[in-house]
């Protein structure tokens, strides 16, 4: 990878998101940056989804490409498919109901060439209504310095990866569905690897079929991450330290780790599973939230 000339990959999957795919395609377009390529994936939508994209794909066949799929195969395996075909350096996901600010990919790609040892990239977004109107701005991602692993794993879409780090880690694990990320992130991240770009690089709409609005759905997943990670930590020997960083409130999703899957909250089963792996000889809880250390004393 040459730091000086890199290129990015950007994909969008729409099942069924007509009404907002076009801003979303229009804002890669329009960027300050050059160096792209974009794959449009029909991920088996019944709505003018499929049109949309092929008129893009006809206006800029060069860099647009497009890719359709009769039925619906899941973020997970498309976004492998994608690892598989790119040719270029980098590969982010744009939503399909979301949209970049004009200079997003030219900040990712920067923060990638002043640092080689960078193998992850995010930025701050912005929240904004059904209607595509700004209502609040995300920009506590990053937790206190001095813990060890300082960045909360962040909003699954518009991060950036290097293609040859997702490769040798195996990509995104099929098993896990609405997992916004967690998964890659615990394989990939470390202390010193990822880059936290504090301008909003991107636009997260919030409307009635937004994953963020299907909390159930989401802690299901995640509860599997964590499962998965505590039983394969077990056959390994080492003497760990567990640090977990927990955020109480998003917009529009609050009180997050007392939500709870089959009476036990996501906080508590987070505690669990790091406590019930042998090798795990501390656990830290990082936090701002007052509400949450109180809690937590109480156990």
Known sequence: MKNNNLSISIYIISKNYDKYLEQSILSVISQTENNWDLFLINDGSTDQT???????????????????????????????NIIKISKNDLLM?????????????????????KNKKIDIAYGNYYYSTSSGIRISKENK????????????????????????V?????????????????????????KNNISYIKNPIFNYRQHDKSISKNKQKILEARDKIFEFYSDKLKSKNKN??????????????????????????????????????????????????????????QI
Not at 93 to 113: G, P
């Open 141 to 164: 991602l990053v937790l206190n310095k001095k813990s060890n692993f300082k960045h909360f794993p962040p909003h699954g879409a518009c991060t950036a990866f290097k293609k040859n």
């Open 93 to 113: 996901r744009l939503d399909a109901d979301d949209w970049l600010e004009n200079n997003a990919l030219k900040l990712i790609i920067n923060e990638f060439k």
């Open 50 to 80: 499929k049109k949309i994209m092929l008129k893009y794909q006809q206006k800029y066949p060069k860099r647009v490409f497009f890719i359709n799929n009769q039925e619906s195969i899941g973020l997970q395996k498309n976004a492998n």
């Open 166 to 190: 997702l490769q040798k880690n195996g990509g995104y694990n099929e098993n896990f569905n609405a997992q916004d990320g967690w998964d890659l992130w615990h394989k990939i991240a470390s």
């Open 240 to 297: 760990l330290i567990a640090v977990i960083p927990v955020k109480e409130n998003y917009e529009s999703f609050k009180n997050v780790p007392f939500l709870k899957i089959n009476n036990k909250n996501l906080l508590e089963r987070a505690i669990e599973s790091a406590e019930n792996c042998s090798e795990i000889k501390k656990t830290i809880l990082s936090t701002e939230s007052e509400k949450i250390i109180y809690y937590v004393n």
